[in-house]
């Protein structure tokens, strides 16, 4: 963003060049805020006897092919993480307190952080129900420096949600995203522009991001044992070894300098939801479930938006860091989350490499418009319409009463 005098003085015929130029020069600043076990930290909210005490949310005790959908950090220090058989979890923290994923919820308090990052900035790109990019750049005359401002959010996000963030400030997406990780919960690291090398060569190898399990066993086997062996092999060798994404990918990483971007810019109008696993889904059922959380993120922003959709995008990331995206436009919008979810299933079947472990899921729909807007009405109605009816008055009920909570079956992960 330009500086609004130099605006001003701009002569209206410079060269479209040197206009990019002048943007390229100007200094990017992004944070990126990431809620602390968030649905855990949501169950711990309403519920004041759970903190302090492990808190796993994906199902209870004895539900079949159910798994961890997240686990506080008391839950954490046992071993549990999220993607994780929930058997598994009972077998590590027996003593844990389980419960159903109520995602409705989840999204009403997703909505309200959003809200205050909106205040501190015209660009923020939500990327699931609990991350989002603020794009910061030429907003300090506004709100002071960058580094202010993120204690500030942190600050608000507490005061008014009871809910605590991590952020991470850097020169690039890619290195913001990994800053917020770097001290949870309620954490703060700022790398600036200029030091993002340095940061990375000071990192263990299993913090660079976007490398799955998979691939930090084959740096392993292949004698990588630090972000600084990477730095020292030539982007030649890389690719020889891993293959032309990955190599490349490990090689701009460990120098800071990827330019990775996330989710989509708000002028595309969509609404997209993602999510990063801790360890790679390789089970459809796992999967399935996972695709069905992220469209339920996706159609509660829509219904708080009042907007609908045609098109239906899913992005998928594999262990080996190969990404591929697919989409399809349907003769009517999206009707209601099954709807959406055969829609989704139809995609991902279309492009799963089965064998190959999932590494990011991301669901969108595209294009989105008011539902104000004429729609042509279907000649049959097969039942669609009825539910869509129903999930709208389950939102404003819950609009209207928080508290009372109502879930698709698939999301009790474990009933099926």
């Given amino acids: 963003m330009m500086d609004e005098d130099a605006e001003k003085k701009a002569p209206d015929n ?3 060049a040197i206009q990019k130029a002048i943007q390229k020069s100007i200094q990017k600043v992004f944070l990126h805020v990431d809620l602390d076990a968030f649905f855990a930290s949501v169950e711990q909210l309403d519920h004041p006897e759970y903190r302090g005490k492990p808190v796993i949310v994906g199902g209870l005790p004895g539900d079949r092919r159910a798994v961890v959908s997240t686990a506080s950090y008391e839950a954490r220090k046992f071993g549990v993480h999220s993607a994780m058989p929930l058997a598994t979890a ?3 923290c027996p003593h844990a307190i389980y419960v ?4 409705e919820r989840y999204g009403e308090k997703s909505h309200e952080v959003m809200s205050i990052f909106h205040q501190y900035s015209p660009s923020v790109i939500q990327i699931s129900v609990d991350e989002a990019f603020i794009d910061l750049t030429g907003t300090e005359r506004l709100f002071g420096k960058p580094e202010n401002v993120a204690k500030k959010i942190k600050a608000e996000v507490k005061e008014k949600t009871g809910l605590s963030v991590s952020v991470g400030m850097a020169s690039t997406m890619y290195i913001a995203k990994i800053a917020s990780g770097y001290q ?5 690291t700022i790398v600036r522009a200029g030091d993002e090398e340095s940061f990375m060569l000071s990192l263990p190898m299993k913090k660079i991001w976007g490398v799955g399990e998979k691939t930090q066993e084959r740096l392993m086997a292949a004698g990588f044992r630090s972000t600084r062996d990477i730095y020292e092999k030539s982007e030649k060798l890389l690719i020889a070894m891993f293959g032309n994404s990955m190599g490349k990918f ?3 990483a460990v120098r800071g300098n990827n330019s990775m971007t996330f989710g989509g810019e708000p002028k595309n109008h969509s609404i997209s939801s993602e999510k990063t696993f801790e360890y790679d889904l390789t089970e459809r059922y796992t999967i399935d479930t996972e695709i069905m959380s992220l469209i339920h993120d996706v159609l509660y922003r829509m219904h708080k938006e009042n907007v609908r959709s045609k098109t239906v995008a899913l992005k998928i990331r594999y262990d080996d860091f190969t990404t591929v995206s697919i989409q399809s436009t349907g003769s009517r919008p999206i009707m209601n989350a099954d709807d959406m979810f055969q829609r989704c299933q139809e995609l991902f079947t ?6 190959k472990g999932v590494r990011l899921l991301g669901v969108s729909c595209d294009n989105v418009e008011d539902k104000s807007s004429p729609v042509q009405q279907e000649l049959f109605d097969f039942g669609d319409a009825k539910k869509a009816k129903v999930e709208e008055t389950i939102y404003r009920m819950e609009d209207k009463n928080p508290k009372l909570k109502i879930m698709k079956g698939r999301l009790l992960l474990g009933e099926s």
């Fill in 100 to 103: 159903r994923g109520r995602y």
């Fill in 14 to 16: 410079i060269p479209k």
């Fill in 350 to 355: 279309k492009k799963w490499e089965e064998g």
């Fill in 90 to 92: 009972v077998k590590l």
């Fill in 184 to 188: 949870k919960p309620d954490g703060l």
């Fill in 250 to 252: 490990l090689y701009d």
